[in-house]
């Protein structure tokens, strides 16, 4: 590989890594992400098209949950590679044909810079259309989650608020979320290190004690 194409490519996504940042016009005027999101979370996705039956449905499902996503910190950002007015036709079109207002920002990506810059064109679904990827960025730009749709199946809203609630709770708390956590339910308190603090564990009455290895708490 040449040096120019060893610089033309883009950077590698890694959980826990930094999030490109960009400039892009938006159905909300242009925005730096760094600045657009100063202190907050960022929900960046991409959908296949404007005007599309999944990705209306899509629409739809973030606008409704766009409180929940605000009280958490929050911010939502859509992406496909459509113009800003073909963005623009399409959200007043759901708001007139089915009474749902899109609060947040769509990015315009024509030239596909963002959607090459986040790996959302998976070539062998498609060329021209972003697959349905969801980014979630934490307040120090650092990418957390990825999780990646065909162009034909619909998200799941419910895990995607989920798991919004999960990082912030490990997060805000130094534990761990076990398999189908929801708010309310035992965080996984982390395992000791040390012999010594392995046979503190097991006595230790204040949490829900398995093993030591395995001991859960209520926040």
Not at 45 to 50: E, G, I, L, T, V
Not at 176 to 204: H, L, M, S, Y
Request: one cysteine or more.
């Amino acid at each position: 590989m040449s040096q120019l194409q060893e610089e033309s490519r883009p950077p590698r996504l890694e959980l826990n890594g930094p999030a490109p940042d960009f400039e892009a016009n938006t159905t909300h005027g242009p925005i730096r992400l760094s600045k657009w999101a100063t202190g907050k979370w960022v929900i960046l996705f991409s959908h296949p098209a404007d005007f599309t039956p999944v990705c209306t449905t899509e629409f739809m499902a973030f606008a409704k949950l766009h409180d929940e996503f605000e009280k958490r910190g929050v911010k939502l950002l859509g992406n496909s590679i459509d113009s800003n007015y073909s963005h623009i036709a399409w959200v007043r079109n759901i708001e007139e044909k089915f009474g749902v207002k899109i609060p947040f920002p769509i990015i315009a990506d024509l030239d596909q810079k963002v959607a090459r810059l986040y790996g959302m064109v998976h070539e062998p679904s498609s060329a021209t259309a972003a697959v349905r990827c969801v980014f979630f960025i934490d307040p120090e730009m650092r990418i957390r989650t990825m999780i990646y749709y065909p162009l034909n199946v619909g998200r799941n809203f419910d895990e995607i608020l989920r798991v919004v609630d999960a990082l912030q709770t490990v997060d805000n708390n130094a534990v761990a979320c076990p398999a189908d956590w929801r708010p309310g339910d035992p965080v996984i308190v982390p395992p000791p290190g040390t012999a010594q603090d392995a046979e503190a564990r097991v006595k230790d009455s204040t949490l829900q004690v398995t093993d030591w290895y395995f001991s859960k708490k209520k926040l």
